[in-house]
C-alpha cells in the first residue's frame, strides 16, 4: 500500500457519534473500531488531523472552550488506543451566527481548506497524498479543492449527503462507516 502524508478527518458523525452541539466532553463516543482502523496509518507515518465546523461556537451554543474541551476528551481516547492526534483544526465561524467575532464569512469553514491548507505547508505534505473523511458534502468538497481522496461515510449525517457526493464527487468511496471506509482506502491505494 502506498503511504498516505495525512489523513484529515470529520469529528462529528465520523470519528465519534454525532451529538449535535457537543460541548461536554463526557459525550465524546469513538465510532466503533476507529481507534483500532486508524492506528493503522498512523503506524505507518501517516499524520492524523482532525478538521470540524464548529458553527455552534459562533451561534453561543458552545464556548471555545468546551470545543477544545471536548477535542482535548477526543484526542485521550484516541491516544488510549496509541493513535496520536497531530493536531485539530476548528473553524468557530458562521456567518449567521449570534457571537460577533465569530459571525463572519471565513475561509476556513469546510468546504473551505484554509485549515487543511495550513497543516499541509507546515507539515510539507503532499495533498494528492492526503486523504478527506467526513459525513457531509463539506468534507468531501474540501477533499475534491485540495484534489485529495476522499471517503463520504454514512454515519452522521452521510446518508442525507449520498446523493450530492454520487453526483458531483466521482471517484469518491463511499463507506458504511468510518473503519469501513479506512479499510476501502487502503484497498485502493494497494492497486
Ligand atoms: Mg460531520
Ligand atoms: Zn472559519
Same mark, same amino acid.
Request: charged share 30%; with cysteine; hydrophobic share 40%.
Given at each position: 500500500?502506498?503511504?498516505?502524508?495525512?489523513?484529515?478527518?470529520d469529528?462529528?458523525?465520523?470519528?465519534?457519534?454525532?451529538r449535535?452541539?457537543?460541548?461536554?466532553?463526557?459525550?465524546v463516543? $469513538? %465510532? +466503533?473500531?476507529? #481507534?483500532? *482502523?486508524l492506528?493503522?496509518?498512523? /503506524? @505507518?507515518?501517516? &499524520?492524523?488531523?482532525v =478538521?470540524?465546523?464548529?458553527?455552534?461556537?459562533a451561534?453561543?451554543? $458552545? %464556548? +471555545?472552550?468546551? #470545543?477544545? *474541551?471536548?477535542?482535548?476528551e477526543? /484526542? @485521550?481516547?484516541? &491516544?488510549?488506543?496509541? =493513535?496520536?492526534?497531530?493536531?485539530?483544526?476548528v473553524?468557530?465561524?458562521?456567518p449567521?451566527?449570534?457571537v460577533?467575532?465569530?459571525?463572519?464569512?471565513?475561509?476556513?469553514r469546510?468546504p473551505?481548506?484554509?485549515?487543511?491548507r495550513?497543516?499541509?505547508r507546515?507539515?510539507?505534505?503532499?495533498?494528492?497524498?492526503?486523504?478527506?473523511?467526513?459525513?457531509?458534502?463539506?468534507d468531501?468538497?474540501?477533499?475534491?479543492?485540495?484534489?485529495?481522496?476522499?471517503?463520504?461515510?454514512?454515519?452522521g449525517h452521510?446518508?442525507?449527503?449520498?446523493?450530492?457526493?454520487?453526483?458531483?464527487?466521482?471517484?469518491?468511496?463511499?463507506?458504511?462507516?468510518?473503519?469501513?471506509?479506512?479499510r476501502?482506502?487502503?484497498?485502493?491505494l494497494?492497486?
Amino acid at each position: 500500500m502506498r503511504r498516505l502524508d495525512a489523513l484529515f478527518l470529520d469529528r462529528d458523525g465520523t470519528l465519534i457519534v454525532e451529538r449535535g452541539f457537543l460541548s461536554d466532553p463526557r459525550g465524546v463516543r $469513538l %465510532t +466503533r473500531g476507529a #481507534a483500532e *482502523a486508524l492506528r493503522r496509518f498512523t /503506524a @505507518r507515518g501517516t &499524520l492524523l488531523f482532525v =478538521v470540524t465546523n464548529q458553527s455552534g461556537i459562533a451561534r453561543g451554543k $458552545l %464556548t +471555545r472552550r468546551q #470545543a477544545d *474541551a471536548v477535542n482535548a476528551e477526543v /484526542a @485521550r481516547r484516541l &491516544l488510549a488506543h496509541g =493513535v496520536p492526534v497531530e493536531g485539530f483544526l476548528v473553524c468557530p465561524h458562521h456567518p449567521e451566527g449570534s457571537v460577533r467575532e465569530y459571525a463572519v464569512a471565513c475561509r476556513c469553514r469546510k468546504p473551505g481548506t484554509l485549515l487543511h491548507r495550513r497543516a499541509i505547508r507546515r507539515h510539507g505534505l503532499d495533498p494528492r497524498r492526503c486523504a478527506v473523511l467526513g459525513d457531509k458534502w463539506d468534507d468531501v468538497g474540501a477533499g475534491i479543492a485540495l484534489g485529495a481522496h476522499r471517503v463520504h461515510v454514512l454515519t452522521g449525517h452521510g446518508r442525507r449527503h449520498r446523493k450530492r457526493v454520487r453526483a458531483e464527487a466521482p471517484g469518491t468511496i463511499l463507506a458504511p462507516s468510518l473503519p469501513a471506509g479506512l479499510r476501502l482506502l487502503e484497498e485502493s491505494l494497494s492497486r
